[in-house]
């Protein structure tokens, strides 16, 4: 979003209540990448939320209240007018790419929408995952995947955020992937490799940074799951597990439910996707200028299961060109240490 440019050092303090019931907290919030992320008073994350799905429950006043979305419980209270500025401008930016129909046009075409999805439902399930896929438009991948990662951050323990690790990471992400990737995180615990989330977002195992001695397993975890997800949309493979109810749910009213979403983060943490084909992850590979082999090892460490990354290794006669500093690799293997 280009109306976080200017904020992306912002923060400052606030009190968060994670739901209705629960006991309000102090907390430190500052901006992330297209998230705003919730700190304890040990800069311990508590919640991230997608920056296109708040909405302020009380405008005009103060101190201003937000929620992260229209069927969440969470609450945070912010007095800071800079912050709460931003916040604003950002909702108004997003309000202004909306389209904005006439009313019976809505009501038609919502309509039409819901005969085309109970139609789906019953007999056509498919093309309906398809068809959802195809209309979900990228704010709202995001805000799914943002969702997402906190559910699954419950199971695998929070994202690691030593800064200096934040950093690496990010820079290797720009090395193997360039723009093709809006985001990667380091968790302590599960995935098995890497997972691609709907939004552009990549979860890494912390055993692919801390058990290797080189950056260029964690450069083939990335770049086998970028294969999958070109092949299997991650959205896709999200509604296809959910079921018809949460796609009409989704088209109907542009959300997923937070039940849904936690049992896909369990469902997806507990069954692997299946190898990417490897000819196909050669060539990204050799695309990105990274060897195969060391990837091929650390996934059958007798290479019998991927003896084609093996041989077809674009470097296998020759060193590969070096992908982050040996500084950088040193604080990667780091970045769960804080």
């Known amino acids: 979003m280009t109306a976080l440019k200017e904020y992306d050092r912002l923060e400052t303090t606030g009190i968060w209540r994670e739901s209705p ?18 700190q304890d008073k040990t800069d311990t994350a508590l919640a991230h939320w997608s920056l296109p799905a708040i909405e302020r429950l009380n405008p005009g006043a103060r ?25 604003e401008k950002i909702r108004k930016t997003v309000e202004r790419r909306r389209p904005h129909r006439g009313r019976l046009r809505l009501y038609v075409f919502t309509g039409l929408i819901a005969a085309i999805g109970a ?17 979900v438009p990228d704010s709202k991948r995001l805000a799914v995947g943002t969702a997402l990662l906190g559910h699954m951050t419950r199971l695998t323990g929070d994202t690691c955020r030593s800064n200096l690790g ?20 380091v968790v302590p615990s599960g ?27 964690v450069a083939g975890y990335m770049l086998a799951a970028t294969e999958q997800a070109s092949h299997i949309d991650p959205m896709e493979l999200l509604l296809e597990e959910a079921g ?57 460490v007798t290479g019998e299961t991927t003896l084609n990354l093996i041989e077809a290794d674009p470097y296998r006669d020759t060193e590969a060109p070096r992908l982050i500093s040996d500084g950088d690799w040193i604080s990667l293997q780091e970045i769960c240490a804080e």
């Open 21 to 38: 019931d629960a006991q309000r907290r102090d907390v430190l919030v500052s901006f992330g990448d297209a998230t705003l992320v919730i």
């Open 63 to 87: 101190p201003a209240l937000f929620r992260p979305g229209p069927d969440a419980g969470e609450e945070l209270e912010l007095d800071d007018d800079t912050l709460i500025n931003a916040l």
């Open 244 to 300: 018809g109810a949460a796609m009409l749910h989704l088209l109907t009213t542009g959300q997923i439910k937070d039940e849904v979403l936690r049992d896909y983060a369990e469902t997806l943490l507990a069954k692997p996707l299946p190898a990417p084909n490897s000819d196909l992850l050669l060539d990204r590979f050799a695309t990105a200028k990274v060897a195969a082999s060391p990837y091929a090892y650390a996934v059958d």
């Open 166 to 185: 934040a950093a690496a990471l990010a820079r290797l992400k720009a090395r193997v992937l360039g723009d093709g990737l809006r985001k990667a995180y």
């Open 191 to 217: 995935p098995d490799g890497a997972l691609y989330l709907p939004g552009g977002l990549l979860l890494l195992n912390r055993t692919l940074v801390e058990d290797h001695d080189a950056a260029d397993v």
């Open 119 to 135: 139609l789906g439902y019953f007999w056509l399930p498919g093309a309906l995952v398809r068809h959802t896929v195809s209309v």
